[in-house]
């Protein structure tokens, strides 16, 4: 069965880190070029972060740019969203997305919130 799993998600303080993954199952994630989407209250799905298939090419959204860090364990067939320095604007569900030719693949999310 083809799955991605999110996890990490909690409640922080501002300023403080969290650590996201995204572990996939029933697929090579290393063949999908992946990323990670949020949804804040009453906002629109936004965009944070993609790691090319390849692995060699990551591209973040203005908001997130120097905070937020990509990355891929391909032995562990998992993706990593590293958040550093949240803010309030940052509280949302984080799902992770897996697109290819052959198709594509969404999480069902991880809640964070960045309150004190």
């Known amino acids: 069965q083809v799955q991605l799993v999110e996890s990490g998600g909690g409640l922080v303080q501002p300023g403080g880190s969290l650590r996201l993954s995204c572990a996939a199952s029933?697929?090579?994630?290393?063949?999908?070029?992946m990323s990670w989407y949020r949804q804040g209250p009453e906002k629109e799905r936004e965009f944070v972060a993609r790691?090319?298939?390849?692995?060699?090419?990551?591209s973040y959204a203005d908001s997130v740019k120097g905070r937020f860090t990509i990355s891929r364990d391909s032995a562990k067939n998992t993706m990593f969203l590293q958040m550093n320095d949240l803010k309030p604007d940052d509280t949302a569900l984080y799902f992770c997305?897996?697109?290819?030719?052959?198709?594509?693949?969404r999480g069902q999310g991880t809640q964070v919130t960045v309150s004190s």
């Open positions: 790691i090319a298939a390849s692995g060699l090419s990551t």
């Open positions: 997305r897996g697109s290819a030719a052959i198709g594509n693949v």
């Open positions: 029933g697929f090579m994630l290393s063949n999908f070029h």
